[in-house]
T-cell receptor, first 111, second 111 residues
């Protein structure tokens, strides 16, 4: 059983479109995260939710909107996609302040 | 500003040798430090987590140390194998809820 699963794994879309990435964890964790890995492979946190409450909201354009319907799910919706949004987006989960477990990543390509 | 630095960015080592990867961080007020490995096109795999009250953690051929006062951690890999080739990432949980990543060291083990 996959601990942290993201869908889709690959996403190719045109500029201006809206897309969503879904994340689910079956580890019973109370905290979930979205990280962005850019072309230089640097990982930067975007959002974090603890018990469905937003606790980290980094300097991210408001075109990015996370949503946590329950503790096991954290989805990421992106409006009006731009070329610079092309990256790999990683979902992760943990007990708060504990070891993080990552999904396999969702590679977004904006044309 | 809380930053995590990993030097060198890339390292090549003959198979069978022992090696050390370095990580430094700017703020000694940390919750924990984690080491991950990332294989090309894959997600991150957690290797070791050291709590702020600990000095080291061991798992198989891996040993991670933590010196908060100097803001340094090392990951020691014994008897390196070609399967150890990957990018190794150090990440620090600072008191601001954020797990901050270093830029990684790309390790190549030469058969």
């Amino acid at each position: 059983d996959t601990a942290v699963s993201q869908t889709p794994k690959y996403l190719v879309t045109q500029m201006g479109n809206d897309k969503s990435i879904k994340c689910e964890q079956n580890l019973g964790h109370d905290t979930m995260y979205w990280y962005k890995q850019d072309s230089k492979k640097f990982l930067k946190i975007m959002f974090s939710y603890n018990n469905k409450e937003l606790i980290i909201n980094e300097t991210v354009p408001n075109r990015f909107s996370p949503k946590s319907p329950d503790k096991a799910h954290l989805n990421l919706h992106i409006n009006s996609l731009e070329l610079g949004d092309s990256a790999v987006y990683f979902c992760a989960s943990s007990h708060r302040y504990r070891e993080l477990f990552f999904g396999e990543g969702s590679r977004l390509t904006v044309l | 500003k809380q930053e995590v630095t990993q030097i060198p960015a890339a390292l090549s080592v003959p198979e069978g040798e022992n090696l050390v990867l370095n990580c430094s961080f700017t703020d000694s007020a940390i919750y924990n430090l984690q080491w991950f490995r990332q294989d090309p096109g894959k997600g991150l795999t957690s290797l070791l987590l050291i709590q702020s009250s600990q000095r080291e953690q061991t798992s198989g051929r891996l040993n991670a140390s933590l010196d908060k006062s100097s803001g340094r951690s090392t990951l020691y890999i014994a008897a390196s194998q070609p399967g150890d080739s990957a990018t190794y990432l150090c990440a620090v949980f600072f008191g601001n809820e954020k797990l901050t990543f270093g830029t990684g060291t790309r390790l190549t083990i030469i058969p």
